[in-house]
């Protein structure tokens, strides 16, 4: 079976408390910043060695630690979906994506982080990718 690197953005509304000044004297206020936040992730889509039907699994990284990847359904010219587990947590994240041209576009919900876009590119590779070099 193929491996498939993923590598994309998610999107995620923020607020955060932050101090405004406030022109003519009136002095500085706690104010509420709202924002869109880009975060990078990267990983690898592979088959699961512990599924007897043949299904894929993975691993993946961002800023909020390793996760892994169950569920996973490629569809390499036209939808992907897949469950995301952080290793450090208990919640699940489902992601799913229709490709758009060359690049995957889609959308996650989770009970803590709710909802948001997500976009990623899906590059199949070689095994050997996987191995280290041949000493020469």
């Not at 996650?108 to 909802?115: A, D, I, N, R």
Request: include cysteine; aromatic fraction near 14%.
């Amino acid at each position: 079976m193929p491996i498939y690197l993923i590598q994309g953005f998610f999107f995620q509304n923020k607020s955060w408390l932050d101090i405004g000044y406030v022109p003519g004297g009136e002095g500085v206020v706690s104010i509420i910043r709202k924002g869109l936040c880009r975060f990078m992730f990267s990983g690898v889509i592979y088959p699961d060695q512990n599924n007897v039907l043949g299904g894929l699994a993975g691993e993946m990284n961002d800023q909020f630690g390793q996760s892994q990847l169950s569920h996973v359904i490629l569809f390499p010219d036209e939808r992907v979906k897949f469950v995301k587990k952080y290793n450090h947590r208990d919640d699940r994240i489902e992601y799913e994506f229709i490709k758009e041209g060359s690049i995957w576009v889609g959308k996650y919900s989770g009970p803590v982080v709710k909802e948001g876009n997500a976009k990623c590119i899906i590059t199949q590779v070689p095994e050997e990718l996987f191995l280290p070099p041949q000493k020469t």
